[in-house]
């Protein structure tokens, strides 16, 4: 059978020893010869290398491993590219955070100001990430999961139409892990679902059994009363008290349409002010992983480097990730796996843009992805994905044509801000932020 190679771009992220444990417990599914990590921080990058190179070594030493910093070597002889790119760190994250509370605005990593000043800093490092993979491996099949998913997926279209980029979000698939649980099933794989939306901004319309049995209704039952907790759930089963809260926060979005189960990342931009009411200004979700799964996963890592074995580590395989060999699998041994992407419409959702990214349910197999048919919309989904389309087209707008005027003009628009006042002075001090990381706009 035949073996692959990957690189992980992105290297330095604190997901990427998960993922490879992810790798390494697959590797009947996904053989492996070669793992690389690469990133343009060689000094981050480098607090989990060794652990990693460590973690590959001890469970299948065969396997090649090098983590690098030059783009040649990253790029050379690879079938996967495994994107997870974050252009500022999180350092940038907190301030996108910081500056929109400061202006009374929801502060959140890919959702309003937040995600949009995270865009238009990680366009560029996604298109010279293609760009490299095309030079070097032009064969290769890029697995883009770098946020904020529904903007970067939106510049691939337009800049690198023919480039082999699939983009792809795990926030549903841990839903889904999680409604799985809720509804009684083993894991998702056991559930065929239906959904329809964008990135971060979706709707599950359809749950079955593989029998074709509906389960939807009784999920929308259980979310009314307890959101996408389990009945008995506790802050203490998260990792962080935030992810609680916003698992419970589904019992307030279910009640705009009951004949939906809404994706969570909904309570930014509909109940953005439950949001704000709760949040404080000073300590935001960027300081949360930077103080807890930051330290972790570094200190573990550090750890192991230092002993020199893996036994006993608490790195965990990141299950929540395993979306990524599902594709590769998909992609590699033409499964035709249903998963959900982000796809250009193109009439999928029949009576939305056709030109617009959207996330639905596609088949995937050797060629690629054919997305499946999801028919007409209502009207207050078309809408709300009207408004947050029109806003992401905008970024990318303003990213090509160093437009002051595009952005602030999607910015307006963003379901999270309030008035065009608000939004002049949350872009002026976004640019100010964001010297070096964003085109100068004018």
Known sequence: MKKFSVVIAGGGS???PEIILMLLDNLDRLPLRCIKLYDNDEERQNKVAKACEILIHDIDPTIEYCATTDPEVAYTDVD???AHIRVGQLPMRELDEKISIKHGVVGQETCGPGGIAYGMRSIGGVLENIDYMEKYSPNCWMLNYSNPAAIVAEATRRLRPNSRVINICDMP????????????????????VRYFGLNHFGWWSSIKDKQGNEYLPKLI????????CEAEDKVENYTDASWFETAREVKDLVRFDKNFAPNSYLKYYLNGDQVMAHTNPNYTRANEVMDGREKRVFEECARIAEKGTSEGTTLEIGIHASFIVDLATALAFNTHERMLLIVENNGAIANFSPDAMVEIPCIVGKD????LSIGNIPTFQKGLMEQQVAVEKLVVDAWIEHSYEKLWQALILSHTVPNANTAKALLDDLIEANKGYWPELH
Request: hydrophobic share 30%.
């Open 14 to 16: 604190t997901y990427t």
């Open 368 to 371: 690629g992805y054919e997305p």
């Open 80 to 82: 996967f590219c495994l």
């Open 221 to 228: 039952e259980h979310q009314l009363k307890y959101g996408n």
């Open 173 to 192: 698939i841990g839903m889904e892990n999680t409604i799985a649980r809720i509804l009684g099933f083993n894991n998702r794989k056991e559930m065929d």
